[in-house]
């Protein structure tokens, strides 16, 4: 497969990105500022999904315990039996963004790929505690490779995240992997992830006039989460996944515009998971910034259709290959 643009979507891509340089950026900032962009996140939360009626898509929260812990979840189901299950991680700097966030691109893949999608609501970092964020997608995790066949009725997994959500993907990756669970997951799906906790090259030297994304803020967001440690222990792989050993890990699809910030995290990830595994794709999207799949451009409607190929093709893989193994 690739992702195929024409000079149309480029010169689309760059009309919108003259109009986005005057725009203002998203600056991740303190509890107080973080706490009020939540609330008017909510806000516009308020009014009706009716494209999830129109997808045949059916939205539940549950709040699920594991490892004596708590963590909401937002699960969307297909029309049907699922044919496999899409853990989905959201973004928004680790302090802001909930899981309704990502319906848009979630009710597609459920609806497109026929999968069921759970999706996060994990604990925001407002107190700097980013490791109970790690904690609670990790435990949603473990919980759904329990339970995914009693829930769904299938095991075949796929793990994403945008962002912070890629962080935090990658870190309950490792998690997985660890306890030995790496098998149940038939792909990853990494848009414009964080690994380098202690600021990639390109997020250094990304300067307030980037596109989207203020780039001093989300480095000083970086160190703020962060305070309590050094700069070499912000590069420990418990929180920074580029430095963890990255070995029996499966099948990932890394996507970054070539205009963000975040560039360099998702190239050095993508070159390390390579040569561990074998089984990384990287895609970089040319005149794209920061979360440009969440933008209105042939571009990002085309990106994100990769996408649920790539996860669509992984799942139905995967299902090949049990069934050869038997």
């Known amino acids: 497969m690739s992702l195929d643009l024409d000079p149309s979507d480029i010169a689309e891509a760059r009309r919108l990105n003259r109009k986005l340089a005057w725009m203002p950026k998203f600056r991740p900032r303190g509890r107080t500022k973080a706490a009020l962009m939540q609330c008017a996140m909510k806000v516009m939360q308020m009014k009706p999904q009716s494209y999830l009626k129109r997808l045949g898509v059916t939205v539940e929260t549950r709040r699920v315990e594991y490892g004596g812990n708590s963590v909401s979840l937002r699960i969307l189901r ?6 496999g299950i899409y853990l989905d991680i959201h973004g928004g700097a680790w302090i802001v963004g909930n899981a309704r966030c ?15 999608v759970v999706s996060v609501d994990y604990h925001l970092a407002l107190d700097n505690r980013l490791d109970l964020s790690i904690r609670d997608c990790r435990n949603a995790a473990f919980w759904l490779v329990e339970n995914c066949v009693r829930e769904f009725g299938t095991d075949r997994m796929v793990i994403g995240g945008e962002s912070a959500g890629a962080h935090l993907a990658a870190c309950t990756l490792l998690a997985l992997r660890d306890r030995g ?38 480095f000083s967001n970086l160190k703020r989460l962060t305070a309590d440690r050094s700069e070499a222990e912000r590069r420990r792989p418990d929180i920074s996944p580029l430095y963890a050993a ?36 990287r895609v970089v999207v040319p005149e794209a910034p920061h979360a440009f799949n969440r933008l209105n451009t042939g571009l990002a409607r085309k990106a994100n259709a990769y996408v649920r190929r790539w996860v669509a093709c992984n799942i139905a893989a995967t299902a090949s290959r049990r069934v050869e193994a038997a």
């Open 78 to 83: 297909p029309d049907g039996v699922p044919r």
């Open 102 to 116: 990502d319906d848009p691109c979630n009710a597609m893949i459920a609806a497109e790929c026929g999968m069921a």
């Open 181 to 218: 669970l790496q098998a149940k997951i038939a792909g990853a799906v990494l848009f414009y992830g964080v690994f380098d906790l202690s600021g990639s090259r390109s997020l250094r030297a990304a300067g307030p006039e980037t596109l989207v994304l203020h780039g001093p803020s989300a």
């Open 246 to 281: 990255l070995r029996d890990l499966p099948p990932a699809l890394f996507l970054v515009g070539a205009l963000d910030p975040l560039l360099d995290d998702t190239l050095q990830m993508a070159e390390r998971w390579q040569s561990a595994n074998g089984n990384a794709e």
